[in-house]
């Protein structure tokens, strides 16, 4: 293999960066003042300590300082024309600009190193295909601040492509990591994206890269946090912590603060969650970074009204009102309304409420780039809605509530959230009981249960099919409601909806998660089964309208209906079909044995 001029640096320069990748920064420094003032050094040496140093103010999160140095760096070097040195001050400036997620400023830099990059001829040098690899790490973090999961996956993987061919352990580290923020975020492939951490933790832990370490323990953490393994997230999430204390790197403290604090939400620790985050706040606060201390605050907001203090979370949204971060940024500001439309829904006024359900729509319609935001904006519209079709038994507001919820589930179905969407088919399964459609609530109750058959929710499958068995057991009562004049309160209390958005706005970790297990597909076009929305990779049932089923899917509705669910065409024509009408005459002796009870029960009242 080529010597990298990695290994050409002078003895106490390569001591020295071993030193800051152990996280020794003061040993480092000591080291680099002694060699600097020994009169034996060279403008080159000095360029050298400059990249080092730039280093650590990155690994301490001292970020524009980083990059302040970093164009002195730059300038210096193209002075003296060692354009791997002015290449290498461009790329920390970089990383810098990603970590302040200055996203036009990155891609030029991108371009800027690229072009210098050209400049040096010299293709094959391991030195050469370093930076090539450095280039592709750069484009693929750029890609994930933009949210482009394919491309940020396609230059991910020519990066790993050369530091594989280098052997390059501490790079492989760096980029491993990077990969899990991208398959557990954008592509929702958990378990790919745990693999991706723990071999990249296992470079860093081979090369004892302490900062990425840390890193690798966030990332991990929150894997497990999207799994919902919400206290083994928490024990990485302060074991990543427990580093960056060591490391002294003040915004990376504030940010696991803020995440710990978040995670002990989803487990009900309102007050331990407020600390942590209160913790966040006031680092970030400190150092003056706006965008996050207003994230803190709206974190704080939104458990603070969990907690029931009202008031305290007033005062919290009037602080972040005044914040000039809140006009300028899109998603803070979404964020805001979010929580102030929140604030509005706990009151009892009719108006109050009135105004929040205008806030939720309004964020709706914005069609903001933010999952977490969309679920939960839906949820807390539904509820809403809810409330109004029970206090004017209103039939238009339940068609509004219809609209919203298949709005939602293209959200689920855009977003390949599997659990989700199975939360949003029992959802309109209960809805349609509302209407007395019963065709309707067993329809979607179906899809609801072989959706989660299909994707291993094992939990929600059995609640599911409990709740058809009971919706079976009370078809005769159900179909004789259409004759009685029963308010839409108290279809909603047989319907159960009050408990199902309760339990919808409580199961936060798994609702917001995009999870998709991955999987092999050998069609050169995806073929997604109408029912349980998988792709189909064996047996296939095609009807003549082109709806597509898998095997179980079309077994399963075989054994209950036998028809194509868009044009009521039968699925197996050896087979009758079984109409819910059909069900419903076979039901004649339970509906009168039930119409007796009833008049028995009216009788003995008498």
């Known amino acids: 293999m080529i010597k990298s001029s990695l290994e050409r640096k002078p003895d106490e320069l390569i001591q020295a960066g071993q030193l800051i990748v152990e996280g020794k920064f003061e040993e480092a420094h000591q080291l680099m003042e002694k060699f600097m003032e020994g009169g034996e050094s060279t403008l080159k040496d000095t360029l050298l300590c400059y990249l080092l140093k730039i280093d650590i103010l990155i690994q301490k999160g001292l970020f524009n300082d980083a990059i302040k140095l970093a164009n002195q760096t730059y300038k210096k070097s193209l002075e003296i024309q060692e354009n791997f040195l002015a290449f290498d001050a461009i790329n920390l400036e970089t990383i810098a600009l990603c970590w302040l997620y200055r996203s036009d400023d990155i891609i030029n830099k991108i371009k800027q190193g690229g072009d210098l990059l050209k400049v040096i001829n010299n293709d094959l040098s391991v030195d050469h295909k370093l930076r090539e690899s450095s280039i592709e790490y750069l484009k693929a973090w750029y890609y994930l601040i933009i949210l482009d ?20 352990k501490r790079g492989l580290a760096e980029v491993l990591i990077l990969c899990s923020y991208l398959y557990s975020q954008l592509k929702g492939d958990l378990d790919y994206a745990l693999k991706k951490v723990e071999l990249g933790l296992t470079f860093a832990n081979e090369t004892n890269w302490r900062y990425y370490v840390a890193l690798g323990l966030r990332a991990k953490g929150k894997i497990y946090m999207y799994k919902g393994d919400i206290n083994q997230s928490i024990l990485l999430q302060e074991q990543s912590l427990d580093i960056f204390k060591i490391l002294n790197n003040k915004p990376m403290m504030a940010l696991l603060f803020n995440d710990i604090g978040w995670s002990y939400s989803y487990v009900r620790d309102l007050n331990r969650s407020l600390e942590y985050l209160e913790l966040s706040l006031e680092i970030n606060r400190e150092l003056g970074l706006d965008r996050e201390a207003a994230n803190n605050i709206l974190n704080i907001i939104i458990t603070l009204i969990e907690n029931h203090d009202l008031e305290k979370a007033k005062q919290y949204l009037n602080d972040v009102e005044q914040m000039e971060i809140c006009s300028k940024n899109k998603f803070i500001n979404a964020w805001y309304r979010f929580c102030k439309a929140l604030l509005l829904k706990t009151s009892l006024r009719a108006p109050y409420r009135g105004e929040a359900e205008v806030i939720l729509k309004q964020i709706l319609d914005e069609e903001v780039d933010d999952f977490e935001l969309n679920v939960w904006t839906f949820f807390h519209l539904s509820e809403l809605l809810l409330i109004e079709v029970r206090q004017l038994n209103d039939l238009e507001v339940l068609e509004e509530l219809k609209s919203l919820i298949a709005q939602a589930l293209k959200t689920a179905e855009k977003s390949q959230s599997y659990y989700l969407l199975t939360e949003i088919f029992f959802l309109k399964g209960k809805l349609a009981l509302l209407t007395l459609d019963i065709k309707e609530a067993r329809k979607a109750l179906t899809q609801a249960n072989r959706i989660a058959e299909r994707w291993n929710y094992s939990q929600l499958a059995t609640k599911i ?6 919706l079976n057991s009370q078809l005769s009562m159900w179909d004789d409601l259409k004759e009685e004049e029963i308010s839409l309160s108290e279809r909603i209390k047989l319907a159960g909806m009050d408990e199902q958005i309760e339990h919808l706005l409580r199961n936060r970790v798994s609702l917001t998660t995009q999870v998709k297990e991955k999987q092999i597909t050998i069609h050169k076009e995806r073929k997604i089964c109408i029912v349980c929305k998988g792709d189909i990779l064996g047996y296939m049932y095609a009807c003549n309208c082109d709806a597509l089923y898998c095997e179980k899917c079309a077994r399963a509705l075989t054994e209950i209906e036998n028809l194509c669910w868009i044009c009521n065409n039968p699925i197996d024509i050896t087979k ?6 059909e069900e419903i005459r076979k039901e004649g002796l339970i509906k009168e044995n039930y119409k007796n009870r009833k008049n028995n029960d009216i009788n003995l009242k008498k």
């Open 149 to 168: 999961g394919d491309k940020s996956e396609e230059h991910s993987k020519l990066c790993l492509s050369l530091r594989e061919e280098l052997g390059y």
């Open 576 to 581: 009758s079909i079984k109409p819910y009408e």
């Open 465 to 470: 099919s409990l709740e058809i068995d009971k």
